[in-house]
């Protein structure tokens, strides 16, 4: 790793810190430094993935949920989707270690989803297909048809 990584990714932790202790005062400048702290841990996840890749979708994590909270979901669902996907490979590779990542980017997911009105089965709310009819069971689901 070169020496250059290194400070991006103390920079990026720092970000994050301060995020954290300022989220409870100045909401917007939290979100701000999150913001921040994302966009610097993609160059060292992607120069070395084993070391930053699960820092990455930590902090994907922790921009997601608060946005969530703050009532700006649809911004959050990209951010969540990535944490999943990057937990969910780290997790293949290494169940023990990762399995608890995966699961918290996995509730974020399903938070930000319940937000926007899509449960995470993929359904709109109402509980049935996209585009069934009410009562249709759904192909593979469990539930019985017409």
Do not use: F, K, N
């Amino acid at each position: 790793m070169t020496g250059d990584e290194g400070e991006e990714g103390r920079r990026a932790r720092r970000l994050m810190e301060r995020a954290h202790l300022g989220e409870r005062e100045h909401a917007a400048a939290a979100s701000g430094a999150e913001r921040e702290a994302v966009s610097v841990y993609r160059r060292p996840a992607a120069a070395s993935p084993g070391r930053y890749l699960a820092d990455l979708a930590e902090v994907l994590v922790d921009l997601g949920t608060p946005l969530t909270g703050r009532g700006l979901a649809v911004e959050a669902l990209p951010l969540a989707v990535e944490a999943v996907t990057i937990r969910r490979e780290l997790a293949a590779a290494s169940p023990e270690r990762h399995r608890a990542g995966l699961a918290q980017a996995q509730d974020c997911l399903a938070a930000v989803l319940a937000a926007i009105g899509r449960p995470a089965g993929g359904r709109p709310s109402g509980g049935r297909p996209a585009g069934g009819r009410p009562g249709e069971g759904h192909p593979g689901d469990g539930r019985p048809g017409p």
